[in-house]
């Protein structure tokens, strides 16, 4: 058997059902595997203690079990404190620190073959130091703004490329992404396209009209889904809708942005035709899917979007900017629009889409081959490989 430990801080919990539920889908394919047994330590940071009792948010998260069974998983959240200076630096040693008397409780009674860390900072140092400890290879998943945001932070980018250099196997969303890695120093040859995966089975094609009349909807329909945070873009297609003045705009998501994208609505007069929806289920999102004519995302970063390939695997054509793994996906004209990150371009990308429909089945054909059976398959692989690699045979004497 294959003995894995899944190191996440992006991993959903009671608070926040949908916080890296890819993470969550892929980490439960893995476990589904006959020859891997796994265990999951999802870190959560939060506020020195004089802070936190300022926030709500992180005395939820503080209040999560340490140790849980999670849709089938163990799951262990040992909490880490993260600084509220230096720009995110210190919280590798925080992690590690936090980290170091679980992990030594974990390996009496589990001994870890690897560590399949699954997001890059500051989950990948942390693992370098601990894979040192326990002498046991690690694997580290670039998923996007853990590369393109946090390697842009001071005292950060060191920490981020010397954990890629010294860990046994990376993984990357995108062949665009690993590009970025090769070009902070990691080593190309160690890298692999590691692609998500897609529930073919409830993101699919199905009927527009009648999910449009589910919702109460007629006309162009136009849906974002998102966390609401400047990078995703939201308020330039709240503005693209401007130039819109038929279609509907759904807006899905939660986060520091709501209010202030709630007044743009407000201040262009759109009260009518855009809707703040809030977070949805994971579940909820394939009738969302289908009920629009397109998907709009213009993020200034991305590794490879899940909502990205779950829309086109609904038939649902998306504009998109040109980031991450966007080649990688939108392919062909019936798969949408790549655009410039500004209004007048993106409000052009939804027009074309608008007047020149594709039909449902061709969009769908590029997210045929995101599934997560091939996600497990790979993933395994590369593990096994690592851990095989790492155990070399004594020399025949």
């Not at 842009?152 to 990357?172: E, F, H, V, Y």
């Not at 007629?218 to 308020?235: C, F, Y």
């Not at 909502?307 to 793994?325: K, N």
């Amino acid at each position: 058997m294959l003995r894995v430990l899944t190191l996440s801080s992006l991993f959903p919990d009671s608070t926040r059902p949908t916080f890296g539920i890819f993470v969550e889908k892929q980490t439960l394919g893995l476990a589904a595997h006959p020859e891997v047994e796994l265990r999951v330590v999802a870190p959560i940071g939060v506020p020195p203690a004089p802070m936190l009792r300022f926030s709500a948010v992180h005395q939820a998260l503080a209040a999560q079990p340490r140790q849980e069974v999670w849709k089938g998983l163990q799951v262990y959240r040992p909490l880490f404190t993260t600084a509220p200076l230096g720009g995110g630096r210190w919280n590798t040693l925080s992690m590690w620190w936090a980290l170091l008397p679980l992990l030594d409780e974990i390996r009496r009674d589990f001994p870890f073959d690897i560590i399949d860390t699954e997001f890059f900072f500051p989950d990948g140092p942390a693992a370098m130091r601990l894979a040192r400890r326990y002498d046991v290879p690690f694997s580290i998943k670039a998923r996007g703004a853990d590369i393109s945001f946090w390697s842009g932070k001071p005292g950060c980018r060191r920490q981020i490329t010397a954990a890629g250099q010294a860990a046994d196997g990376l993984l990357a969303v995108s062949g665009a992404l690993r590009d970025e890695m090769i070009a902070l120093g990691m080593p190309a040859d160690r890298i692999k396209v590691h692609h998500t995966g897609v529930d073919q089975a409830a993101f699919r094609p199905s009927d527009r009209a009648a999910a449009k009349a589910a919702f109460g909807l007629s006309g162009p329909v136009i849906l974002t889904v998102g966390h609401l945070i400047p990078r995703k873009g939201q308020a330039l297609v709240i503005d693209a809708m401007t130039s819109l003045p038929d279609a509907t705009l759904l807006i899905v998501g939660d986060g520091p942005d709501r209010a202030a994208l709630e007044r743009q609505i407000a201040a262009r007069g759109l009260q009518d035709r855009a809707r703040m929806l809030g977070p949805k289920m994971h579940a909820d999102l394939p009738a969302l899917f289908a009920a629009a004519d397109v998907m709009v995302l213009p993020s200034a970063s991305e590794g490879l979007a899940n909502v990205w390939v779950e829309s086109l695997a609904c038939g649902t054509p998306i504009v998109i900017t040109d980031v991450g793994g966007a080649r990688e996906v939108v392919d062909r004209p019936a798969a949408g629009r790549i655009v410039e990150r500004n209004v007048e371009a993106i409000a052009v990308g939804i027009a074309e889409v608008l007047m020149n429909p594709p039909k449902r089945e061709e969009t769908a054909e590029p997210a045929k081959r995101f599934t997560w059976k091939r996600n497990s398959e790979a993933l395994y692989a590369h593990l096994k490989g690592l851990v095989d690699a790492k155990i070399k045979p004594l020399p025949f004497k």
